[in-house]
Structure formats: C-alpha cells, structure tokens
C-alpha cells in the first residue's frame, strides 16, 4: 500500500495525502467533581510538604476545568496552614505543564499542580502533584481482563495519574498472576528519565516487544503517545468510566503517512520557524540550539518564535516560514490540528529531515519526547560534519524536482548571502533577500513608491471637514 501512496505523490500535489489523513477526534473534556478533586488526604499531604520543606509562598495551579474549585481548595489551604496562596489560571502553553514563570511573578518558592498532568521534569520549583481520583470498580476491570487474555501472557500495566491511588487495589488483585508488571509514576517529580513518558517499569528486565500492554484510562492523547512511544505485543483500554476493554490500533497507517510527508516538506523548506511551546521543561534550550545547528548544516535559516498560546492566526503572520518546530510538552495536541496554515512539525521529524544520520532509516518506534534527542536520550544521534558534506542531490517526494541540498561546508556558498558570477559581458548579481522579496504577492502598501515624482506642497483647506472655507480663486 505504501508504494501506492508513493506512486500517487511522488510527482503530483499533496492533497491525495491530506485527503486520506485522518484527525484525531478526542471526547468532550469531563468536569471532575470537588470529591474526585479534593479531599482529607490530600489536604494532609499538602501540609506535610509545605511544613517539611518551609515553604512560605506556594502557587496553586489549576487547568480550566478545575478552576471553579480553587476558591474552595484555597480556603481550605488558608485556613490550616501559615503560609501565602496564589491560584494560577490560564497559563501560557499547556496546563498539564508547570506553569513556573507564572509562579516566578509572584515570587513563589514552591507550586501545587492540580488535575491532569503530562509530569515533565522542571529545574526551577519544587512541584507537589494532586491527581485527580476518579472512581475504577476493580472487580469489573478482573472480569474483563481474564476474558481477553491468556492466562500464561505476559501483561504490562500503564494506570492514567486519574486512577493511580487505586494502584493497590491492583497489587492485590494480581498475586495470582506471574506475568503481571505495574508501572509506577513519579509523584514528586524527582525521576530524571522515566522508561515511557511519565512511567517507570517496576522491572527493567521485561521484554516490552512480546507483551501485551494494557492502558487504564480513556482514549486520548496520553494513550495515543504512549502507543507510539512503545512498541508491543498488542495494546489494550480499558476504560473505567464506562467499563470497557477494547483492543486498541492507534498506530494508523494514515497518520504515518502525514507525518512523513512533513518530513519532506520540512527537507524542501528554506526557512524553519522554531516554535517555543514552553519555557520550563528540562532541556528545551539545548533543543532549540541542536535544531538551530542542524538546520544551519543543511543551509537553511530558522527564527526562534515565541507567543505564548500558539493559535493559526498568531503563526500565519509569518509568511516567510515553510513549516514550523514546535518544542513543547508530548501532551499537546495541536499536531493533529488542520486549522494551520502550514505544516507543525515535532522535534524528532524535524531530526529524520536534517540530521544526515538518519537517512534511509525507519525507527520501529516514534519519539513524542525532545529530551530524548538530546545526548543521553535513547533517541540522539550525533550528526557526523563528514556525512553533511557528502550528501550530493536527491529527489523531493513533494514536487518531483531535484532537490540540491546546500550544506554548511560548501565551498561556493559566500557568508555575506549576496554571490557575484565570474565577471563577463552582462555580470548578475544574486541576492538571496531580494529574490525572496520579489516573489511575494503582496509587497506592501505602495509597491510604487519611489516611481513618481513627489506632489508639490501647497497650502492646504481652512475649516472644518462639513464646510470648509474656499477662497476666492479670481484674488
């Protein structure tokens, strides 16, 4: 099927491609109770962390839809403890994400996360974590997992930070059972390299690629990374909510063959937009300087872009982008829009398109994580200067054309931008700049300025816009 959709693209458009493509369609967002927010233990947990470490003004950050309890959560807090509050809202990127500059402008010295969260490793704040406790009948979820699988099978199981304090009760039911592995999650936010995004095998030694995985929680994009993350026997949902195991297939075909095609648009692109989707994830810098570089060996320009929310109106205003990289948490979900006006490439795509050394390699699995590209990642792959050099010509996917790629040590490339030919009867003059200018639709305001002579000053009309006062011309 894949050297079908090869035929069909490889000289023609790329709408066949986006026709086939599928989006994503994830459920209208729950709004947890109070009760499945708040509670006893956690108020408790809370002041034991804050009277351990003397906190003394700590953030409180809630997403959108747990924002009608922060009042009560706060008073809560205020009433038991010494020490200031500050409820943080609306943040910058996503809300799964610690918020750290918010919490900086208040001069916090620590921050409680509420609700979902994708666990990312911070540098600046200590973070206490408060999951949401959403109701799992277990004896329901027993019944449904020894219908689908073999007794002898070899299970993985990945518990969603919703329904992690029933993790016990999981223990428990599974005693029984040899071939049952649990994952763990780091509550405190101290793990420096969690297995699979924001879990932790219990048991380093499992063959993850001959066991069945089973996700506890619901279809959505944390399960979707995960799956792409992870490569195994079969996956597995259950979802507690309506008491559900399904076999699950998120690795669609369609969804492979879009992203790839933003490989390509990505090798063909002159200038890349690097998109800041957070300013305090662990490492995003060094992303930032190693895409920079890339693109910089491969001849081709990029613009650092940070706008807070990311949004199609904010990014069209920069025409001369051919796609852009967003560097941001794995949890965001604006890959799978459709709404941009151009391509939104993640960190590891924009790795298979510069980095030479990846070429004519097909990884098993797909990288949702940046910090996994960076040196000690089990994704990071060293570009060799020597491979940059000899690369010669190749042929895009895209447009059919031969695509010379210009590298950082070509010789004939002048660092001014700006190449004369050999001196002849008509020398040119080549200007980069203004090719790109001249090619543009639009050129301004007055793309005539400059080519009519100036008006001649005059004196000008006395009075007000509905009567002014003409003078006597025959004076």
């Known amino acids: 099927k894949s050297s079908c959709v090869m035929s069909r693209t490889f000289y023609s458009s790329d709408s066949p491609l986006e026709e086939d493509t599928e989006t994503i369609k994830l459920e209208e967002e729950y709004l947890p109770t109070l009760e499945e927010t708040w509670n006893e233990n956690e108020l408790a947990r809370c002041k034991t962390w804050i009277a351990e470490n003397n906190f003394k003004r700590i953030s409180l950050q809630f997403p959108d839809n747990l924002l009608r309890h922060s009042v009560t959560i ?16 609306d943040t910058s990127y996503g809300s799964c994400c610690v918020d750290e500059v918010a919490a900086s402008h208040v001069e916090c010295d620590a921050l409680i996360h509420f609700g979902k969260t994708c666990l990312s490793r911070t540098t600046r704040l200590p973070v206490l974590y408060i999951f949401l406790r959403y109701v799992i009948m277990i004896k329901d979820y027993r019944e449904k997992f020894l219908a689908i699988l073999e007794h002898d099978e070899q ?136 895409l920079q570089e890339l693109a910089k060996q491969c001849g081709k320009k990029t613009v650092l872009i940070s706008v807070g929310k990311i949004n199609p109106a904010k990014l069209a205003n920069f025409s001369d982008v051919d796609c852009f990289v967003l560097i941001g948490c794995p949890q965001n979900d604006i890959f799978n829009s459709r709404d941009f006006y151009k391509p939104i490439l993640t ?129």
């Open 74 to 89: 706060y008073e809560d807090l205020k009433e038991s403890i010494e020490a200031e509050f500050f409820i943080l809202g």
């Open 155 to 290: 299970v993985i199981i990945f518990i969603d930070p919703a329904y992690y304090h029933a993790k016990r009760k999981f223990e428990f039911e599974y005693t029984f059972r040899r071939h049952n592995y649990l994952t763990s999650l780091p509550t405190d936010g101290k793990s420096i390299k969690p297995d699979y995004l924001c879990w932790e095998l219990d048991d380093k030694r499992i063959d993850v690629e001959n066991c069945a995985c089973i996700y506890v929680g619901e279809d959505d994009q944390s399960f979707f990374n995960l799956s792409l993350a992870l490569a195994c026997h079969q996956w597995y949902i259950y979802n507690p909510r309506k008491c559900t195991m399904t076999v699950a297939s998120p690795r669609t075909s369609a969804w492979f063959r879009r992203r790839y095609y933003y490989v390509e648009v990505c090798k063909d692109a002159k200038m890349i937009g690097i998109i800041m989707g957070t300013l305090t994830s662990y490492g995003y810098l060094d992303m930032a300087n190693r």
């Open 347 to 475: 960190t590891f795509e924009a790795e298979l398109a510069l980095n030479a050394s990846w070429k004519n390699i097909i990884p098993d699995t797909y990288c949702v994580e940046f910090k996994e590209l960076l040196p000690s990642g089990r994704y990071h792959r060293e570009c060799d200067p020597g491979d940059n050099l000899d690369v010669g010509t190749d042929v895009s996917l895209i447009t059919g054309r031969v695509r010379h790629n210009q590298r950082n040590g070509d010789k004939d490339e002048p660092e001014c931008g700006t190449e004369v030919m050999e001196r002849q009867s008509g020398a040119l003059v080549s200007n980069p700049a203004t090719e790109a200018f001249q090619e543009r639709s639009w050129r301004g305001l007055d793309p005539a300025l400059g080519k009519h002579e100036p008006a001649q000053i005059v004196e000008g009309r006395a009075g007000i816009p509905i009567a002014y006062e003409e003078k006597d011309k025959a004076k």
